[in-house]
């Protein structure tokens, strides 16, 4: 049985900091690309940060880079995405989730793919 298990989310300050943590079961672990996706209020889903652990690639959306570091730990089938200098428009449901990846995430192009399984997904919420 796949399971994609999250935890780490909550309440912080603008400014503030966050670390999710996704623990994945049931399926080959370096051969998924591996992240986060979040979906605010009335907006559509969006690919977050996501890892490739077969080659360590990762990627990460515009609206994050510099801020959100996305780790993993492949003897512990878990993945990290810490998460610095929160905004009010980082608040959303954080969706873990894992994607088949056939491919290096370093190549131009590359995205968290569409994903094969999900977590349930955890509230993060930044006020101002």
């Known amino acids: 049985e796949v399971q994609l298990v999250e935890s780490g989310g909550g309440l912080v300050q603008a400014g503030g900091s966050l670390r999710l943590s996704c623990a994945a079961s049931?399926?080959?672990?370096?051969?998924?690309?591996i992240g986060w996706f979040r979906q605010a209020p009335g907006k559509e889903r969006e690919g977050v940060s996501c890892i490739l652990s077969s080659d360590g690639s990762t990627y990460s959306a515009d609206s994050v880079k510099g801020r959100f570091t996305i780790s993993s730990d492949s003897a512990e089938n878990t993945v990290y995405l810490q998460m610095n200098s929160l905004k009010p428009e980082d608040t959303a449901v954080y969706y873990c989730?894992?994607?088949?990846?056939?491919?290096?995430?370093?190549?131009?192009?590359?995205?968290?793919?569409?994903?094969?399984?999900w977590g349930q997904g955890t509230q993060v919420t930044v006020s101002s």
């Open positions: 989730a894992a994607a088949w990846a056939p491919t290096s995430l370093s190549l131009p192009g590359s995205s968290c793919g569409t994903p094969d399984y």
């Open positions: 049931g399926f080959t672990f370096d051969d998924y690309a």
